[in-house]
């Protein structure tokens, strides 16, 4: 008690000193995060914002010729069929991949947050893809998708069942994309649920039990809602990544075939980096921005309902 | 400390002196593995026999030359030279930042007549040259001699027209159940430039004379892409799958590039040939053409005559002589082609590439244009839709040219 009183006198004082030290500190603190705004400016915004002003140009990026456009690159891009194509594509397999990992995430987190033998094991190979080189595993994939040598086909064929053409056929090509864009993304969602599932307080459960709540009951209203906040995240998290998927389609279609898988990061690296269309690609990307950003407003929005809706 | 100034003068002012004197080139490449080894000796060669010029070699990965190039250009730290994909030059010579060439070959050995043709056509901008090639390959047919023997087919004597390919493969197909042919149908620039022999074979062309827009929708075209069509519904000899059948032995014939000679050897376990592609009765040989040229940037006269040295140097037959030997390359020039040295070599260590060699007149260019890739896309694009069936062979390469038109304005 003695202690206390002395304490309270001197955070009493102490507040103009801790006002005047924290602006004295300004310029140490700016020092530090120079590195930090350096890089970002130099590496993000710059580039970030002088693409947003080479969108209005019509440039190959060597010419020393670069007309100024105005919006027609933005016209010529909405009116575009190749853009509205990629757009549903890349829709289909934002949604898709997200749900699919998303439930197959929670599955194996709830499994594994079981006393199984060898869970560390488990819970190592799921996560192994997550760290695995996207190129290379595209790599692989692509031979395991081979229609006749394929390990998957010829795995189909010995239960009897005759596999697509996968990467060759159109109405396959996209599914087996979202097929590697899941196998990759399901060990990082499992990862965030486990650790969700640890704060599970286990009185929760104890209660519902007593209650007589069955397993899927206390599945459906302790576990659910209380990995709603992760799901969330998950949600959003996944839904960027998908949004720029390019590396898995360019190492395994190439777009193709018929632009079936022609996401719209590899229409935008096909029209910045094999056309020299750095004006045209450069409006690609803000629509892409501003796509992902209205995507993720929306999810705010809903998850804020959401959260007001169960209070 | 003073016993040692005179010493430390001397060495700086021998430095600044040699410095002064010796040139130092920076040359920008893509040749890896023992090509790059080959250029190295190269140039350790003509250091030796030109003192105090020093070729600083650097390898950039092919995939990422040009965009490289396009970011040393726009920020002005361009190398002395240096060589890329032919495709890439009508994109490179828009850049102002090359050096016209003109002058230097007018008074120079090089001999322009001794050049194929094929390679010339790149590097032209507004009447001007500012690239030599170097270095070409082509595409010609292989063939599985063991399926040939299988089938009961002569395994040493390939199919000459596409009748006879059509005539080869339904036997191969009947009698061993493999593919007789292998297409390229995954789209892209593999599958346009394949398409493109089959279109120049029927006599017709990509663009029309003046490169001012598509011509592949001409008879000659549709009559092309119906062979395709048919060679996969009509005869049943070809599918659509991934690339790599010929390779693994479940495709009989298969049209593909001059450095699969070094390849296919290390990767196959059968026996194989190789011929000039096959032509249809009453039309043309052909192949198309790959390869890489060679330019210098704009920097002061004396870096850009010391370069230019170099090139000349390095397209002199006894060089490009001992350059194809070393990497595989098919010949640039005549006198290369016919160099007794390099057909004694050919017949020895490389039989295969002969009818690569032998078919270097008759290689073809694609369109030295600037939105070439995007046409190219958009032509590959319009075939595969005519091998899914999607479309008829006329119809696909009219939407084709459509789509294509507003390209080349």
């Not at chain 2, 828009?94 to 194929?116: P, Q, R």
């Not at chain 2, 056509?121 to 599985?144: E, I, Q």
């Not at chain 2, 399926?147 to 493969?169: K, Q, S």
């Amino acid at each position: 008690m003695t202690l206390s009183r002395p304490q309270v006198h001197n955070e009493g004082r102490a507040k103009r000193p801790t006002f005047m030290r924290t602006f004295k500190n300004l310029p140490i603190a700016l020092f530090f995060l120079l590195p930090t705004v350096v890089i970002l400016g130099t590496f993000n915004f710059y580039p970030a914002l002088y693409s947003l002003y080479l969108s209005f140009f019509e440039w190959n990026g060597v010419s020393p010729k670069r007309p100024f456009v105005g919006l027609d690159n933005y016209q010529r891009l909405f009116s575009s069929s190749e853009f509205w194509n990629s757009l549903q594509v890349t829709v289909i397999y934002a949604a898709a991949m997200t749900v699919a990992a998303l439930a197959l995430g929670m599955i194996v987190a709830v499994l594994l947050n079981q006393d199984i033998r060898g869970r560390a094991l488990y819970r190592a190979l799921y996560f192994l893809p997550v760290i695995t080189p996207t190129v290379a595993a595209g790599v692989v994939w692509k031979y395991l998708f081979d229609p006749s040598q394929g390990v998957i086909n010829r795995f189909l064929a010995g239960s009897g069942i005759t596999g697509p053409s996968w990467l060759t056929d159109p109405s396959w090509a996209l599914v087996a994309i979202v097929i590697v864009g899941v196998w990759k993304r399901v060990g990082f969602n499992m990862v965030v649920y486990l650790a969700a599932l640890q704060g599970v307080p286990r009185i929760y459960y104890e209660a519902a039990q007593l209650d007589g709540a069955s397993p899927w009951q206390r599945f459906r209203f302790v576990t659910l809602p209380l990995l709603a906040p992760s799901t969330f995240f998950l949600t959003v998290t996944a839904l960027i990544d998908a949004f720029q998927v390019f590396d898995l389609v360019y190492v395994m279609t190439q777009g193709g075939p018929l632009k079936s898988t022609d996401v719209i990061g590899y229409y935008l690296y096909r029209y910045g980096f094999r056309y020299y269309e750095l004006g045209f690609a450069s409006a690609i990307a803000y629509v892409m921005f501003a796509l992902i950003f209205v995507v993720t407003l929306i999810q705010f929005r809903l998850s804020r309902g959401g959260a007001q809706g169960e209070n | 400390m003073r016993k040692y100034t005179p010493t430390f003068l001397a060495v700086i002012l021998f430095s600044v002196f040699s410095l002064s004197l010796a040139q130092k080139l920076t040359f920008w490449h893509y040749w890896d593995g023992a090509n790059g080894q080959v250029l190295q000796n190269l140039i350790d060669q003509y250091q030796e026999e030109n003192p105090g010029i020093t070729i600083e070699a650097v390898f950039v990965p092919g995939s990422e030359l040009v965009s490289k190039l396009q970011t040393a250009i726009a920020g002005r730290q361009t190398p002395t030279m240096a060589i890329s994909d032919l495709v890439a030059m009508p994109f490179l010579t828009s850049s102002g930042a090359l050096v016209a060439l003109d002058d230097y070959i007018s008074e120079s050995n090089v001999d322009m007549s001794d050049y194929f043709a094929g390679p010339l056509v790149y590097g032209l901008r507004d009447g001007k040259r500012y690239s030599l090639p170097v270095s070409a390959s082509n595409l010609a047919l292989f063939w599985n001699k063991a399926i040939f023997a299988e089938a009961g087919l002569d395994p040493d004597t390939p199919p000459e027209t596409w009748e006879e390919l059509v005539e080869m493969a339904q036997i191969i197909k009947e009698k061993t159940g493999k593919w007789g042919y292998e297409l390229f149908t995954q789209g892209g620039e593999g599958t346009s430039w394949q398409w493109q022999v089959f279109l120049w074979n029927k006599g017709g062309d990509v663009l029309s004379g003046d490169l001012s827009s598509p011509a592949f929708n001409s008879e000659a075209g549709f009559e092309a892409l119906q062979f395709w069509v048919d060679l996969i519904d009509e005869y049943e000899v070809s599918t659509v799958a991934p690339w790599g059948l010929f390779g693994r032995g479940e495709a009989a014939m298969v049209m593909d590039g001059s450095w699969m000679t070094q390849f296919f050897p290390m990767q196959v376990n059968f026996e194989l040939g190789s011929a000039v592609f096959p032509y249809p009765e009453g039309g043309e040989i052909a192949t198309n053409m790959g390869g890489e040229q060679i330019f210098i940037f704009n920097t002061d006269p004396e870096t850009q005559q010391a370069a230019w040295n170099f090139i000349e140097w390095f397209s002199s037959t006894p060089v490009q002589v001992e350059w194809d030997r070393g990497t595989g390359f098919i010949p640039i020039k005549e006198s290369v082609a016919n160099d007794s040295t390099y057909i004694a070599w050919v017949k020895n260590a490389r039989p295969l590439l002969l009818p690569f060699v032998e078919s270097m007149p008759y290689a073809n260019p694609r369109p030295p244009v600037t939105k070439y890739p995007q046409i190219s896309d958009t032509l590959a694009n319009y075939i595969v839709e005519a091998l899914y069936g999607r479309m008829s062979p006329q119809e696909a390469l009219n939407t084709a040219a459509q789509e294509a038109a507003p390209l080349l304005r």
